[in-house]
């Protein structure tokens, strides 16, 4: 079991141009799409997370091959990083807007935890 250290009272921050991935793939499939779900992401503490790290999941508008960057999108929902891994993290979904959450969906993070 890896060793938890309590952060405190410390609260992750606004950040702009954070770091950009997708979501690899919910944990559970359930017959409630997003509710708690956890939803594994393909960056990691190589790539600077860390624990408690807020990313939006984010989908294209418009036609359903659009990219995201292609144009203009909305987000989905908000993941909190509950576990890491060198080059992938776990989060918790928080904060469901629509549903939308599936793998290849681009996330971005927009709160950083102080370091």
């Known amino acids: 079991v890896e060793e938890y250290t309590n952060p ?9 141009n954070g ?3 997708e979501v690899i793939v919910p944990r559970d499939v359930t017959s409630v799409p997003n509710y708690r ?5 393909d960056l990691g503490r190589g790539d600077g997370v860390a624990l408690g790290d807020i990313f939006e999941v984010l989908r294209p508008l418009g036609t359903a091959d659009a990219a995201v960057g292609d144009g203009d999108t909305e987000q989905v929902s908000l993941l909190q990083i509950v576990h890491l891994r060198e080059h992938s993290a776990s989060g918790l979904m928080v904060n469901v807007k629509n549903i939308g959450t599936e793998a290849g969906s681009s996330v971005r993070l927009v709160r950083k935890m102080p370091s």
């Open 8 to 16: 405190g009272n410390v609260v992750p921050v606004p950040i702009e």
């Open 37 to 41: 779900d956890i939803i594994f992401v």
């Open 19 to 21: 770091a950009t991935g």
